[in-house]
Structures are given as structure tokens and as C-alpha cells.
């Protein structure tokens, strides 16, 4: 298992930005963004895989992954954020190949979260 430990999440008002970071020890050549609102599941927002993005729907343009390999950390940039942006929001590493890259299964190693309130 790699650790990675998020930074970055914040209060912010509606049409703010944010951008969250994570640390990566260990090696891993994907990564993603995932995040849940309170009695919602978890969804992804982003990943990364060798240099390629994918984007789920909700992250409509708004949304930036990069993955620093000089400095291990993976960013998640979000422009025009929304109340509906509002959830603790994780960084997930290690993919096993077996499911789509943004369905939570697909990835095993997990950080603690960071918070994103968006108020209106």
C-alpha cells in the first residue's frame, strides 16, 4: 500500500476556487479523485493514469487533475465551485485493473480526506 495524505480543502464561497493536494509515498503511476457527501456513495471526480485525464460529468470543465512525479503529489484544481461541490473529498492510488477507473473498487489505497464546503 502506498499513504497518501490529502491538503488543501477549505470553505469557500459559490463560483470560488480551490485546490487540493496530495501526498504520495510510494510509487504509483495513477491516481484519483474521488469524493462523498454525507448519505451519498462515493464517486470519482477525476483520474490520472501515466499523463492521461478522465473526468466524470459533474466535474463539467470545472475541474483540473496533474500529477507532479518530481514532487509525488497529485492536484486537484476546481474552478466555479458549487454548493453541490460540497463533500469530504479523498485521493486514491494503487489501481487493480479491474473496474472503471472512476468506480471506487477499482482503486486500493486510500487517504483520510479533506473537507470542501461551498456556501452560497
Known amino acids: 500500500l502506498v499513504r497518501l495524505v490529502e491538503s488543501g480543502g477549505g470553505s469557500v464561497e459559490t463560483g470560488g476556487s480551490l485546490r487540493l493536494s496530495c501526498s504520495v509515498s510510494g510509487y504509483t503511476s495513477c491516481a484519483a479523485w474521488f469524493r462523498q457527501a454525507p448519505g451519498k456513495e462515493r464517486e470519482g471526480v477525476a483520474a490520472?493514469?501515466?499523463?492521461?485525464?478522465f473526468y466524470a460529468n459533474s466535474a463539467g470543465g470545472r475541474f483540473t487533475i496533474a500529477h507532479d512525479t518530481m514532487k509525488n503529489t497529485v492536484y486537484l484544481q476546481m474552478n466555479n465551485l458549487r454548493p453541490e461541490d460540497t463533500a469530504m473529498y479523498y485521493c486514491a492510488a494503487e489501481r487493480m485493473e479491474r473496474a472503471h477507473i472512476l468506480d471506487k473498487n477499482e482503486w486500493n489505497s486510500w487517504g483520510q480526506g479533506t473537507q470542501v464546503t461551498v456556501s452560497t
Open positions: 490520472i493514469c501515466t499523463g492521461s485525464p
